[in-house]
């Protein structure tokens, strides 16, 4: 079945930095466009960050445009979220999917980005 493991979150200063690692399974990773999502306590998991298959392509949330960057290695099967200049609000667990209609029943154990001085 679809697999999504999640890893790089950690504590951090404002202003800091982090890359987050996605590494999925279970599915022909190479022919999907992928996304990362949030949910910070007491919000709705919201969409941050989507690349096209190829990733020839992204978007962001204009929250984070200009600070985050998605990127992925189809090779390796992997996701990639490089965040620079976090902020308090960017403090939240951080999960991989398929965005939109394509967004698969099985979650990831997510990753914990704590951002706080």
């Known amino acids: 079945q679809v697999q999504f493991v999640e890893s790089g979150g950690d504590l951090v200063q404002p202003g800091g930095s982090l890359r987050l690692s996605c590494a999925a399974s279970?599915?022909?990773?190479?022919?999907?466009?992928m996304a990362w999502y949030r949910q910070a306590p007491g919000k709705e998991r919201e969409l941050v960050a989507s690349i096209t298959s190829s990733g020839s392509s992204t978007n962001y949330a204009d929250s984070v445009k200009g600070r985050f960057t998605i990127s992925r290695d189809n090779a390796k099967n992997t996701l990639y979220l490089q965040m620079f200049s976090l902020k308090f609000e960017d403090t939240a667990v951080y999960y991989c999917?398929?965005?939109?209609?394509?967004?698969?029943?099985?979650w990831g154990q997510g990753t914990q980005v704590t951002v706080s001085s």
């Open positions: 279970g599915f022909a990773f190479s022919a999907y466009a």
């Open positions: 999917n398929r965005p939109y209609r394509d967004l698969s029943r099985y």
